[in-house]
């Protein structure tokens, strides 16, 4: 299958949370109905891989607002409630409910990931776009003046084809080919694994929730994402695994149960133990990146997703940033909806607004992830002082707990709000550290060493915190990074695709 | 050789074992050899769970010691029994057996290590001689030569000196003096007794109360263990080590005996009352404190403080005694009986039961975790977990017993049923494990800081007894390491830093003047197979200090280091000419073996009696090793062609 025209206004590549909702967002900004987008994705069918599956109020509102809500919701997608927190199985769990983000609806959403893609690539097929599946872009055409202009797919049998664009819209997840060709560094570094298991009609201790489950290497997550017909419920139970597999193959199965599994409150490890032993063949597997943000555009090219950066799943934010970029697209889409046919839809300001947005809630969704992740993994002590720290601080009130679960599901952007927990987090680890919660002589010098890692660890996230607090308050006037630097020219292809539409 | 008695049962069983063709290969052969000889012993392990609460049967059938040290606490518990009156007949002639029979021929009663003991020798000589035996006897005049060769009786050890000072045959000033102000410190001081090891706290403060006593015991004369100058007056020993510091601590010593005859107002009575406090509060669940000698002496300071034979103290703490007794084959090859440590020590059981693992053992493991709040906890910032010292004792953790636990529960499948509820017993121990880890790196087996006793940084000759081992001794360098490997187990890797910390100390101990045995380098050897890269130094160096030390005929030495070297190299991946020959040899070993002869090896024990036999260790050790090996490089095959 191959496009049916020439030229776009928009070119989409891939077709999973992301791209769907950007070209659905696109063709609702288009207001007159004379814009042509299309959608290509590499896999005909869906991603091999498990992805993302849970979507935050504010994303979840995303999906509502751009249609696809209803749709997901027949399919077998789950209104959720927050996260369930244990800092160890045997603990009473923190609870972070949506309904205490007043600003924010109060429910979010979890799908499995490949009903996700379907329904959204099947009710786009209601759309003006063109979905094209089982073609990869190879490579990126550019016009005089560097600006991309076109791009070049293939077949999985070595057929090319080559389409012209105003824009093209990487949406092709966290390696982006896009990304690559069009000369984007990137500092994209492997964190870990994560291997995914489905638990049918799971016991969990707080239904409606995420549960993330500490006391392991890694954080076990644990949350419903599939309603069947038949009434029973399909839990999603991740494991974060090292970088550095300890064992590989088959084996792992046996090191989730071994090293995993009994970090998991009862009954829900004896189901767990029981679906891993059960499932046939490998685990379902994924590389753990963190992809500190690109830059998310250049002329011609706006970035979105996972390709525009990623972090470590454990706040589920990923898809909900994907949906903000589709909307932040589509209001920037809409405010030009009028422009003249012979201009870009999206022209080089929009895209500079987008990416002036873009920047200001991603690295606010990065620290975040990398400092919990940190926290929740408690390598060093002052890791653990941290986590020591986030969980007496949940424990301290509701108003603490709102404030986190804010920033946490992506309500919350105000750089105060933001300082105010980091201050807040170090001020409890430091004076955690010197309070034992069992020991009732506990040696002096254990304390020290204790008060001395939070120390270290809140002073070297300094750095981070600054980033974050740059990034909401950098005014949009200054423009981005990319307007001032010259992007990859290459001679040979300097010359506009003929036959446009 | 000491040599527990295994059951009759197994005993019965073994010799079905050797009388019956036994299909498969010869690993499986042994195998099932000596599985056959373990099962009467987890028999009796699983007998004793489930009738662990009725004291009644336990005091009807003569029960078993897994870990016998020497002829110490029987000559204890016959000298005890003056006061208590509580050995029967046949007890005290079981006893009177073995001590009689143990004696070397050069008159001296050896420790497990076959070494001539001045302690052990001056105490079974004085049990004997109270029993009434014939002082004259050839037997008893060597012992007493013996005992005069080795320096006298006052320079035996602290519990020697105790009972020569209970029975008026010393001055109570030979002994050292422990301020009974010293009690009424808040435990976090450092010269608190609540910093001193439970062993030492279980000796120490029924010894302030029996030293304040006015009750004695009426004992034989022992004064020809005595030496004496030529003036027939004794020379008294020396409670400090020679130099400046120990002279002064010595005059402080007097200053502090000289003190108690001033008025010191409500003090010493407040002391006292504490004293006895911790007494009345450290009483276990199984009726016993900490162990058999704290028991003894525990029992001792109750009577002579005024409680009466039918006390219920008195009552369960004499069961817990005699549940320590085992019956033990003598080297002229009679059935004596042998007063133990402990009645059954925790990581035997687990040990044992690894071998061949029920549900229902599990869940009865499960059901013995520690749920209350204990003095390890002073210092150890975890919730109550992991396992005790012997099944019943509800305040004190054992780091071994524990980490033995957690590797037989690891062998549990996921669809067994109790697999979720020995999950979370397992959970809990490795945050109790994580939070004996010492700021050293070094883990501690009962608490934390154990050996680092202020007080035994004074030149006191006794100071030893106040800590649990060295920092860096071979038992707190093969505990960590097995710490260390059963954490990786769990989950956390080299990067994480209380595994850092670990693995440092572990470098540092292995790297010091002497170099560790063979059963500790396996032990880090198993430790670095998992958490080392393999050209890592610490790695290299203890492999290759494994290898060089096996023989010609493929052992390592005893059956349970072959055991134990086997397991390392095969946990390092190895499947090599060595290890099959070291397979060999143990196959052959346990072809010989007739009813479990040669398969006893040595234990850990504590106080002054460091070390134990263990009639099951090499059995257990074979066991696991051949099972690695097995699996390693299915040596079935292998051996079978």
Redesign the interface.
């Known amino acids: 299958m191959k496009p049916t025209g020439a030229h776009y206004d928009v070119v989409i590549v891939g077709a999973g949370l992301a791209g769907c909702a950007v070209a659905r967002a696109l063709t609702r900004a288009d207001t007159t109905a004379r814009r042509r987008i299309l959608v290509v994705d590499r896999y005909p069918g869906v991603h091999p891989r498990f992805s993302g599956e849970w979507i935050h109020p504010r994303g979840a509102a995303v999906l509502d607002a751009l249609g696809f809500g209803d749709a997901l919701r027949a399919a077998g997608a789950i209104d959720v409630d927050g996260f369930a927190v244990f800092e160890?199985?045997?603990a009473t769990p923190v609870e972070l409910p949506y309904a205490d983000v007043t600003t924010e609806v109060p429910q979010g959403l979890s799908v499995h990931h490949k009903v996700l893609v379907r329904t959204m690539r099947r009710a786009l097929a209601d759309d003006r776009i063109e979905l094209v599946e089982g073609l990869a872009a190879c490579e990126l055409r550019r016009d005089g003046d560097g600006r991309i202009c076109g791009v070049v797919f293939e077949d999985g049998e070595g057929h090319t084809c080559e389409v012209a664009c105003d824009v093209l819209i990487a949406a092709d997840g966290k390696g982006s080919t896009v990304r690559k060709l069009a000369g984007i560094a990137d500092r994209r570094d492997t964190v870990g694994f994560t291997a995914g298991v489905e638990v049918v009609d799971a016991t969990l201790p707080v239904p409606g929730h995420a549960h993330v489950m500490l006391?392991?290497?890694g954080p076990v997550l644990a949350y419903p994402i599939l309603r069947r017909a038949d009434g029973s419920i399909v839990t999603r139970v991740t494991f974060d695994l090292?970088k550095d597999l300890?064992v590989k193959g088959e084996a792992i199965k046996q090191y989730l149960?071994?090293?995993?599994?009994?970090?998991i409150p009862?009954?829900l490890?004896?189901q767990v133990?029981?679906a891993?032993?059960a499932r046939r063949g490998p685990l379902e597997m994924a590389p753990t990146v963190d992809l500190p943000a690109p830059p998310a555009v250049q002329p011609g090219l706006a970035l979105v997703g996972d390709a525009a950066g990623c972090s470590h799943p454990i706040t589920a934010s990923g898809m909900t940033m994907c949906l903000r970029d589709a909307e932040t697209l589509g209001e920037q889409a809409r405010r030009r909806a009028d422009a003249p046919m012979g201009e870009p839809w999206l022209d080089d300001e929009s895209l500079h607004r987008y990416c002036v947005e873009h920047d200001r809630y991603v690295p606010t969704r990065q620290a975040l992830a990398t400092a919990i992740y940190e926290a929740f993994r408690g390598?060093?002590?002052g890791a653990r002082a941290i986590r020591r720290a986030l969980f007496d601080y949940w424990h301290s009130g509701a108003t603490a707990r709102r404030r986190s679960m804010s920033l946490l599901s992506c309500a919350e952007r105000r750089p105060s709000v933001f300082l105010s927990e980091y201050l807040r987090a170090a001020g409890h680890a430091l004076g955690g550290s010197f309070v034992?919660?069992?020991?009732?002589?506990?040696?002096v010098?254990?304390r020290m060493?204790q008060a001395r890692g939070a120390a270290s660890l809140a002073r070297d996230k300094l750095g981070l915190v600054a980033n974050v607090v740059w990034a909401q308050l950098r005014p949009g006037w200054l423009r981005h990074s990319w307007a001032r630097l010259p992007w990859p020219r290459r001679p040979d292809e300097t010359e506009p695709i003929a036959g446009r539409d | 050789m000491l040599t527990a008695v295994p059951p009759a049962s197994a005993r019965a069983s073994s010799s079905r074992t050797h009388g019956t063709v036994v299909r498969g290969a010869p690993l499986d052969q042994t195998l099932a050899r000596l599985d056959a000889w373990l099962e009467p012993w987890r028999e009796r392990v699983r007998e004793r769970a489930e009738t662990g609460s009725r004291r009644d049967r336990a005091e009807q059938e003569p029960p078993w010691a897994l870990q016998v040290p020497d002829v110490g606490p029987s000559a204890e518990v016959l000298l005890a029994d003056r006061l208590l009156h509580a050995l029967l007949p046949a007890e005290r002639e079981g006893l009177l057996t073995w001590i009689r029979e143990s004696q070397h021929e050069s008159g001296a009663w050896l420790d497990v290590h076959g070494r001539p003991d001045l302690s052990i020798t001056a105490l079974a000589y004085w049990a004997l001689a109270d029993a009434g035996d014939d002082r004259s006897a050839e037997a008893m005049v060597k012992a007493v030569r013996v005992v005069h060769a080795l320096g006298g009786a006052q320079r035996a050890n602290f519990e020697v000196r105790l009972w020569l000072a209970m029975a008026g045959q010393i001055d109570w000033s030979w002994l050292p003096a422990i301020p009974a102000e010293l009690f009424l410190l808040p435990g976090s001081m450092p010269l608190s007794p609540a910093r001193f090891s439970p062993w030492a706290r279980g000796v120490l403060t029924p010894y302030l109360l029996i030293a304040r006593a006015p009750a004695r015991l009426h004992l034989a004369d022992a004064s020809e263990l005595l030496l004496r100058r030529g003036n027939e007056a004794l020379v008294a020993p020396r409670l400090t080590r020679p130099g400046l510091a120990g002279d002064l601590l010595q005059a402080f010593d007097r200053t502090v005996k000289l003190s108690r005859k001033l008025p010191r107002g409500p003090l010493p009575r407040w002391a006292q009352q504490r004293a006895q406090a911790f007494i009345d509060g450290a009483q276990q669940e199984h009726g016993g404190w900490f162990s058999a000698r704290p028991t003894l002496l525990s029992l001792l300071a109750l009577r002579v403080m005024g409680a009466r034979s039918d006390d219920p103290r008195i009552a369960r703490g004499l069961a817990y005694l005699r549940a320590a007794r085992g019956r033990v084959l003598t080297p002229g090859g009679t059935v004596a009986l042998a007063q133990g440590l402990l009645a059954a020590p925790m990581g035997v059981c687990a040990g044992l039961l690894g071998t061949g693992l029920l549900p229902t053992d599990a869940a009865w493991l499960v059901r013995e975790q520690l749920h209350d709040r204990g003095p390890w906890q002073a210092r150890a910032d975890a919730p109550a977990g992991g396992w005790p010292l012997e099944p019943g004792a509800r305040a004190h953790l054992d780091l071994a017993a524990t980490l033995a636990v957690l590797e037989t529960l690891a062998q549990l499948r996921p669809e067994d049923a109790g697999a979720p509820a020995a999950w979370s017993a397992a959970r809990r121990a490795s945050a109790v494990l994580l939070a004996m880890q010492e700021g050293s790196g070094a883990f501690a087996r009962f608490e934390r800081g154990e050996t680092e006793v202020f007080m035994q940084r004074l030149p006191w000759t006794d100071g030893d007894l106040l800590a649990y081992g060295r920092d860096g001794d071979a038992t707190h360098v093969q505990l960590t390491a097995d710490a260390l490997t059963r954490l990786c187990a769990v989950g956390l890797r080299a990067e994480d830093d209380r595994v850092a910390r670990g693995i440092a100390w572990l470098r540092q101990a292995a790297t010091r003047r002497d170099p560790p045995g063979l059963s500790t380098s396996c032990a880090i050897a198993r430790a670095a197979a998992v958490l080392l890269p393999e050209s890592d130094d610490l790695r290299v160096q203890t492999e290759r200090r494994i290898r060089n030390r096996q023989r010609d005929d493929g052992s390592f030495g005893s059956l349970l280091d072959t055991a134990l070297a086997l397991r390392a190299l095969v946990e390092l991946g190895h499947t090599c000419v060595q290890t099959q020959r070291a397979v060999r040899h143990i196959m052959g070993a346990v072809e010989q073996a007739d009813a479990g002869l040669g398969l006893q090896a040595f234990g850990g024990g504590f106080g002054l009696s460091p070390d134990t036999v263990d009639p099951t260790a090499a059995a257990r050790h074979c066991v696991a090793a051949l099972r690695a090996y097995a699996v390693a490089a299915s040596a079935v095959t292998e051996l079978r062609a």
């Open positions: 160890h199985a045997d006391g392991a290497w090292p300890p149960l071994r090293a995993f599994v009994p970090f009862a009954p490890s004896g133990a029981a891993i032993v390598e060093t002590e034992p919660r069992h020991a009732w002589h506990f040696p010098a254990d060493r």
